[in-house]
Structure formats: C-alpha cells, structure tokens
C-alpha cells in the first residue's frame, strides 16, 4: 500500500516504521520542519516535504499524526483526496475528517518515545471509518503490525483515552509525588522500583478492585490520619492523598 505520514513525531515515527518493515511503501513524510520530515523520511526511504502543496494526490492512505490540537490546521491546508484520510488521535471524532469522502481513524493505543522500541506487535490499533470496507481495509492492515485490532467507535475512543490518563497519566505524577517525598526523607525512588514491578504485574493477572491494598482499602483510620497529619507541610501532596484516600474508601 502507498502511504503518506503527515507528521514526524512520536506516533508518526514507530508507526511508519511498523508500517515500513511489513513492506508498505511510505511515499512521503510531511513535517513543518523539513529537517523533522527528512530524519523519518530517512528510516522509512520516503520523500521529505513541509509544504502541502507537494502532498501527492494518488497515495492510498494518507496518515495524520500530528498533535490534537493541530489536527483541525492540517485537514484544512490539505487538498481533497481520493485515499482513504486518517488520523492517529484517541480524544478526536471521526467527523474532524469530514471533507474528505474517504475517511477513518488507525488508533495505536500506546505511550510512544521517539528513541525507545515497541514491541507493536502488542500495540492494541482501534479503527473507524465512514466505510464498511475501508473499515475492513484498515483492519486488514493494522492486523499486519498488530495482534490487537478492534474496531472502536469515536465515543468509544474517547473514554478509551480518559482511563488512560488516569492508568497511565495520572499513575506516573504519583511516582513523581512519591519521587519527592522519599527525596525530602533522604531516601532513593529506586525503593519503590520492585513495589511498582508487583502491582502492574498483579493487575495483569486480575481485576484492580480484587487488588487495591493499603490503609483506605481496610479503612485504617488510624494509619490514614498518621499519613494526613505527616504531610500537613505539602499542601499539594495532602490534597491528593486525602482525595485519593475518600475515592478508595467510598469503594470498599
């Protein structure tokens, strides 16, 4: 299949590369900067360009993976096209691609880094489109690169994307909140290291609320108040352990 990745960032990267090493040509690599578009460009043997004006007409798919908020710039700077227009965003509706009679959305439900490999082998990849069988091409494809392919709907990928804030986001400004607590004791994250591997190993295997532990879950009061009453002096850190704390005791 003959592709064009508009973008060069995180997703755009490991994604055309994916696509690449499963023999899919990537015709071009679209970035605002054509020093970006050129390094992706480079992986992948595509052309380079930063301007839309040199966007090819006849690709059969053309990939946004761009920034949420930029996506609404792109659609409008590009031409109409006959291939099948997608994106790449979790919090965005399939109807940000309305102007084009092709359209659909190859979601890579991962936390991606430019410099750090995925396995996208296990990937999860949601798919959508305005098109019964462009959603079957999709499918298709994502299938290539993935051994979890769903077909997801807009709403559907919308609360996808909010637990995974709270999952993902959310869980890693705690490490840092734990971070600086343990920095103001004069002791090292690496304590909390093997305490992390176990939980994140204990939900693969069962449900979160057969594996909440901690004072709130046996609602310890006296514990509770010991920790409350310890961080008194960081306002921040207080607010979200007592928020916390209530969240997990109106669930016992």
């Given at each position: 299949?003959?592709?064009?990745?508009?973008?060069?960032?995180?997703?755009?990267t490991?994604?055309?590369q994916?696509?690449?090493?499963?023999?899919?040509?990537?015709?071009q690599?679209?970035?605002?900067s054509?020093?970006?578009?050129?390094d992706?460009a480079?992986?992948?043997?595509a052309?380079?360009i930063?301007?839309?004006?040199e966007?090819l007409?006849?690709?059969?798919l053309?990939?946004?993976?761009?920034?949420d908020d930029?996506?609404?710039?792109?659609?409008?700077?590009?031409?109409?096209?006959?291939?099948?227009?997608?994106?790449t965003?979790?919090s965005?509706?399939?109807?940000?691609?309305?102007?084009?009679?092709?359209?659909?959305?190859f979601?890579?439900?991962?936390?991606?880094?430019?410099?750090?490999?995925?396995?996208?082998?296990?990937?999860?990849?949601?798919?959508e489109?305005?098109?019964n069988?462009?959603?079957?091409?999709?499918?298709?494809?994502?299938?290539?690169?993935?051994?979890?392919?769903i077909?997801?709907?807009?709403?559907?990928?919308?609360?996808l994307?909010i637990?995974?804030?709270?999952?993902?986001?959310?869980v890693?400004?705690?490490?840092?909140?734990?971070?600086?607590?343990?920095?103001?004791s004069?002791?090292?994250?690496e304590?909390?290291k093997?305490?992390i591997?176990?939980?994140?190993?204990?939900?693969?295997q069962?449900?979160?609320?057969?594996?909440?532990?901690?004072?709130a879950?046996?609602?310890?009061?006296?514990?509770?108040?010991k920790?409350?009453?310890?961080?008194?002096?960081?306002?921040?850190?207080?607010e979200?352990?007592?928020?916390?704390?209530?969240?997990?005791?109106?669930?016992?």
């Amino acid at each position: 299949m003959d592709i064009v990745i508009i973008g060069s960032g995180n997703v755009a990267t490991h994604l055309s590369q994916a696509l690449f090493a499963q023999k899919h040509v990537i015709k071009q690599v679209y970035s605002r900067s054509l020093a970006n578009a050129n390094d992706l460009a480079q992986k992948v043997g595509a052309e380079p360009i930063n301007n839309f004006k040199e966007l090819l007409s006849d690709a059969e798919l053309y990939i946004i993976s761009v920034k949420d908020d930029a996506i609404q710039y792109v659609v409008k700077s590009m031409p109409d096209l006959k291939g099948i227009v997608t994106h790449t965003a979790g919090s965005i509706g399939l109807e940000v691609l309305d102007k084009f009679s092709n359209s659909g959305v190859f979601y890579p439900f991962q936390t991606f880094t430019k410099h750090s490999d995925v396995d996208f082998s296990q990937v999860p990849v949601l798919i959508e489109s305005n098109n019964n069988a462009h959603t079957t091409l999709l499918m298709d494809l994502a299938r290539q690169i993935s051994e979890h392919v769903i077909e997801a709907s807009s709403k559907q990928r919308g609360d996808l994307h909010i637990a995974a804030v709270f999952a993902c986001n959310f869980v890693n400004h705690m490490y840092r909140l734990a971070e600086e607590t343990l920095n103001d004791s004069g002791l090292s994250f690496e304590l909390l290291k093997p305490l992390i591997a176990e939980t994140a190993n204990k939900v693969k295997q069962l449900s979160p609320s057969q594996t909440q532990t901690g004072p709130a879950s046996r609602n310890d009061q006296q514990i509770i108040s010991k920790h409350i009453n310890a961080l008194l002096d960081k306002p921040e850190h207080h607010e979200v352990y007592q928020l916390l704390t209530n969240s997990i005791l109106k669930r016992i």
